[in-house]
């Protein structure tokens, strides 16, 4: 007849050692703990043998130590064999002291499957070795009271496995005994558990199951989303923020050379590295950011991408001056992203073919104090990028290392509560129409140009057009001022010297059309 027996025992009680001694071969050659139940089947002593290894639990500990996954383990394990198991092996090892609390213990784990089980329960010494002269009843007898209770639980059914024994086939034969002893008081029978029990289990263990899948797949999902680069492009405008999207993709994907009036973001992968950029139209280099309209303030602010971004690129032109009056204007807009932005900016100097050999080093001391603000605000950190040149990824190599120092030493950029409390509210956007609120901004800002214009004459307004129908012309590149580059034309096309005429808004101006005349008001103002 068929045995089948389920393992129990505290943790290093010998399960797995008496399981391979019982079989005699090394079924469970990896070292690894058994945290789940596991079946094993062989020929025993002529017998067709099928034993269940179950987790163990901590000795020294009450159940209500035992993480629940072990608990669930324990009542699951009877359901491997198949109809039921003939007895419930518990497995004490000789060389430890058998007290009070593992007694307590060992009742308490297996009591987990109902009061059915003491009749099944055969106590499996193992370690024998070390009892040497002294007989297994010696042993009992002399660890007392918690031992011999335990044993009396278990209807004074025990045996002895010395695991150290190859072949140990005469301790095998009398443990296979035993079991059938067990058969017999049972009237042949075999434990079963309340179905209800098992089936709490089963259920519970699926439930687990689905639901720590999903966890592992949404912490997967966050590692991807870690493992992308987000960086955002903030500077004023023409400083070369959509060159250098593309350069850093290595693909035309943002529109250079014409305003941008939204936000965009491009994604690619960069050195093996899913990255992406966003554009922004940012703010002038001239106006003191109460001239930024607000909506671009709420759009910038208001982008998922730059309030998760792992790196604020600053664009600025390295080969243009840079003045107190600069540094006010970056100041005054960036601290709308509150102050800990600085710790994840890096300054980008573009138009670094025009430096030619000159290090940025020179550049920035040559320019003073406004530039070193800047630099010193972004803890030294700076790079150098020619955007003509986007076939040369050293330059994105050395850029994407920059900033990985950054963010070994920052954690990632969270727009401050602060920071929210001075960007309209979305109903506010929502309830107000856009383009009203971009109409009173251009009035803010018309009304300022056409004060500039009263106090400057119209001799001024003539050189302005001659400047511009020279650059028109089309001046040799080194020679282009990053403030006016020559081919900066608007999405409107419509000339500078055009929208000179054109100073009052239109009475419905669409956004991109209002911020194209906003951004030809300040060329034409860069003229004079
Ligand atoms: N020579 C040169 N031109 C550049 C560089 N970066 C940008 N430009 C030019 O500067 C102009 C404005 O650039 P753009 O990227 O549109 O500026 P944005 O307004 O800051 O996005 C375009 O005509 C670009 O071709 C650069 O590194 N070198
Ligand atoms: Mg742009």
Redesign the pocket.
């Known amino acids: 007849m068929e045995l089948r027996a389920v393992v129990f025992g505290g943790k290093f009680s010998g399960k797995t050692s008496l399981i391979n001694a019982v079989f005699d071969q090394d079924l469970l050659q990896n070292q690894k703990r058994t945290a789940q139940c596991q079946k094993h089947q062989g020929n025993v002593c002529g017998r067709k043998l099928t034993l269940v290894e179950t987790p163990g639990w901590w000795k020294h500990f009450p159940l209500s130590d035992t993480a629940t996954f072990l608990k669930q383990e324990l009542i699951q394990g009877v359901s491997l064999v198949n109809p039921g198991p003939h007895a419930i092996l518990l497995v004490i090892e000789i060389d430890i002291p058998f007290t009070e609390k593992h007694r307590k213990a060992a009742e308490d784990h297996l009591g987990l499957l109902g009061d059915q089980i003491w009749t099944y329960a055969l106590v499996v010494f193992t370690r024998s070795h070390s009892l040497k002269k002294r007989t297994i009843e010696d042993h009992i007898k002399k660890e007392g009271e918690a031992l011999q209770s335990l044993i009396e639980k278990c209807g004074n059914r025990y045996c002895e496995f010395n695991c150290r024994v190859p072949n140990n086939t005469s301790q095998a034969k009398q443990m296979l005994e035993m079991i059938d002893n067990i058969v017999q008081s049972n009237s042949s029978g075999y434990f079963q558990i309340e179905a209800k029990r098992l089936e709490e289990a089963a259920e519970w263990k699926n439930t687990v199951k689905t639901k720590a899948k999903s966890r592992k797949s949404k912490v997967q999902e966050q590692r991807r989303e870690l493992d992308k680069l987000r960086i955002a492009l903030l500077?004023?405008?023409?400083?070369?923020?959509?060159?250098?999207g593309n350069t850093i993709l290595n693909q035309q994907v943002?529109?250079?050379?014409?305003?941008?009036v939204n936000c965009n973001t491009a994604h690619g992968v960069v050195d093996g590295r899913p990255v992406t950029v966003l554009?922004t139209p940012?703010w002038f280099k001239y106006f003191p950011s109460q001239y930024s309209p607000s909506w671009i303030k709420s759009k910038i602010l208001q982008n998922q991408t730059l309030t998760s971004s792992h790196c604020i690129l600053l664009?600025i032109?390295g080969d243009t001056s840079f003045k107190e009056e600069q540094k006010k204007v970056i100041e005054e807009n960036m601290s709308f992203l509150g102050e800990q932005v600085w710790r994840h900016t890096i300054v980008l100097f573009?138009?670094?073919?025009?430096l030619g050999d000159l290090p940025i080093e020179e550049h920035i001391e040559s320019e003073g104090e406004a530039l070193q603000w800047v630099i010193d605000k972004c803890e030294n950190r700076y790079h150098v990028?020619?955007?003509?040149e986007r076939e040369n990824r050293l330059q994105v190599t050395e850029l994407l290392q920059k900033i990985d120092e950054m963010m070994t030493r920052n954690s990632f950029f969270r727009p401050s509560t602060e920071m929210f409390g001075r960007i309209p509210a979305q109903d506010e956007v929502n309830t107000q129409s856009e383009a009203s609120s971009v109409d009173s901004d251009l009035q803010d800002i018309v009304r300022y140009v056409d004060e500039e214009w009263r106090r400057r004459d119209k001799k001024l307004v003539e050189r302005v057009t001659k400047v511009e129908k020279d650059s028109n012309a089309g001046l040799p590149?080194s020679d282009?001022s990053?403030d006016i580059?020559p081919?900066?034309n608007e999405t409107s096309n419509t000339k500078p010297e055009d929208s000179i005429e054109k100073q009052e808004p239109e009475t419905d101006p669409s956004e991109t059309e209002s911020c194209s005349e906003y951004i030809n008001l300040f060329i034409a103002l860069r003229f004079l």
């Open positions: 500077g004023w405008v023409i400083a070369g923020k959509s060159s250098a943002f529109v250079t050379g014409q305003s941008t554009d940012s664009v032109s573009t138009w670094g073919d025009i990028f020619n955007n003509e590149k282009r990053l580059p081919n900066f």
